[in-house]
């Protein structure tokens, strides 16, 4: 029987402090791990020496492979294109900044051996983090699990391992607004988990800033759950039942107390409330109307501009090529 074949995805977005230690720790990975295995460099439009060095580490070892996007598309998207092209029987994701330590995988791909299918990475302590970005992420994930179906179990990331029959089940997914650890549970197959201890970063700044953890979180709430647009329906009833009962108490109020409700501050109040109320969920269906909007559209997930390591015949779908005088050499477009 053959040895399974492991690949190993990693986003890249100005990690180029990071690299030389995460190709350090990979590789001592990739050494110990039973069986072969391939390193998947995907670079979300870093500007920095990033590229360069992840160029000079698959001339270096040819376990190394890069994906570069011809911009920033976005860590989920980063992870999507790893996915897509990724061969082995397992796919194990995991973040550059050495948060998820390297050596975790092993364990991940022990319990694949086991016969888990997903293998999910779940903190059991995180180290060199704020009180606010613990707090925060923990009710990021008991929201998600009250408003949706989705058993997302929590502490956990984007650090997992899948199986094959997985990877092939995701990449019948293509959406836009993609939450990439909402969907590897959405999906289903036999779970396990992996307890371990998350570190802090090795080097660099976090590349998930208050304003894009609230981004993710909106895109994973909306989603997978239609709950915003149902309670719009519920306050829709309540307001409405209010203002049943308070019509003939307002009548009898001004029948025997003269004074009552004089002046127009109450009604001026009830307004501005309810006209706020309104525009908070005209803004949440707006929300729902721009991603089917999104998707009509059938834009690509991404557009690959260099490929390293990889066979062509890996590609699902053959890959359209512009040439011509304007171009010096051929532009590669992923067709999702």
């Known amino acids: 029987m053959n040895k399974p074949f492991h690949s190993i995805v990693v986003p890249i977005y100005f990690e180029e402090?990071?690299?030389p230690e995460l190709y350090k720790r990979m590789s001592a990975v990739m050494d110990k791990i039973n069986g072969t295995a391939e390193l998947i460099l995907v670079n979300d439009g870093s500007t920095d020496r990033s590229l360069e060095i992840m160029r000079d580490l698959h001339a270096k070892d040819e376990r190394v492979k890069v994906i570069?996007?011809?911009r920033n598309f976005g860590h989920q998207m980063a992870i999507t294109a790893g996915i897509d092209l990724a061969q082995g029987d397992t796919v194990t994701v995991i973040d550059a900044d050495l948060q998820d330590p390297p050596e975790v995988i092993l364990e991940l791909i022990e319990a694949w051996e086991d016969g888990a299918e997903v293998v999910l990475a779940v903190r059991e302590k995180r180290l060199g983090e704020t009180w606010f970005k613990t707090f925060t992420a923990s009710m990021f994930y008991r929201v998600i699990d009250g408003m949706t179906e989705l058993k997302i179990p929590v502490d956990?990331?984007?650090?997992r391992l899948m199986d094959r029959k997985v990877v092939n089940a995701l990449k019948q997914v293509r959406e836009h607004h993609r939450f990439m650890r909402g969907l590897s549970v959405w999906v289903g197959f036999k779970q396990a988990e992996v307890k371990y201890i998350r570190h802090e970063r090795y080097a660099?700044?976090?590349?998930?800033p208050l304003k894009k953890m609230l981004r993710f979180a909106k895109d994973g709430i909306t989603s997978f759950s239609y709950v915003p647009l149902q309670m719009a329906t519920t306050l829709g009833f309540v307001f409405a039942a209010l203002s049943f009962i308070s019509i003939p108490a307002i009548i009898l109020a001004r029948l025997y107390w003269e004074t009552a409700f004089l002046g127009q501050a109450s009604t001026f109040a009830s307004v501005l409330f309810l006209g706020g109320i309104q525009l908070i969920f005209l803004g949440i269906i707006g929300e729902y109307l721009g991603r089917i909007y999104?998707?009509?559209k059938r834009r690509p997930l991404y557009i690959v501009s260099e490929k390293l390591g990889f066979d062509p015949l890996t590609m699902d779908v053959p890959p359209r090529r512009r040439t011509g005088p304007l171009y010096e050499e051929p532009i590669e477009v992923m067709i999702n």
């Open 17 to 19: 402090e990071v690299l």
């Open 294 to 296: 999104n998707e009509v």
């Open 68 to 70: 570069s996007f011809s």
């Open 156 to 159: 956990t990331g984007d650090f």
């Open 204 to 208: 660099g700044e976090t590349k998930y």
